[in-house]
């Protein structure tokens, strides 16, 4: 930062006084503004297939989990563990990947840009006395974990491998939830 903020007061001369690189960084409060919840959904704005991650920020250890979401990467926050994995479970639905194509640009590797397309469908918000909700929440959830020891015990090679690669493989590992999540993302769309 010490190098930014010399080349700033370099190329901004007199009016670097006025406004510091950081009060430029943090324009109109977008930075210093934002309320981290406990659970962030993350998913894409360019790819192939529609998918998305749940990030819980710790709080047993008081330690954050800390990420920037760039220009290439959309965030929904929530402070319910359930939300999380209900939005992350319709986000990794095959059905909705599949309805999803139709709208998406197409590359020379096939479909590529995601960024909001999605919600045009009619998706809704996550109701906690809904059971399908629950039970997709569930799923989703189930997924997050089995993803998670898959990778903490797949080889070093896979894991610094193709992630398109690694992406099929997790899929194919998890083929019969998938097909659970489909049926219920089915009947809630």
Known sequence: MEKCEAIWKQ?????????????WLDYRKKLTQQRRKRYTVVYPASATYL?????????????????????????????????????????NSPYLDAELKPLQSKGDFGPRDIHKKM???PIPGYAAEDKKHRELAALGEGCSKATQEFLENAPVKLRQGSLGRLRGLIRENLKGQLSEIDAIVKGIL
């Open 11 to 23: 190329k901004r001369g007199d009016k670097a006084e006025r406004e510091t690189i950081y009060s």
């Open 51 to 91: 998918c998305a991650a749940v990030v819980e920020k710790p709080s047993s250890d008081g330690q954050t989990t800390s990420f920037v979401s760039e220009s290439k990467l959309y965030y929904h926050d929530t402070d319910s563990r359930q939300e999380a994995h209900y939005v992350s479970g319709i986000l």
């Open 119 to 121: 919600w045009a469908f």
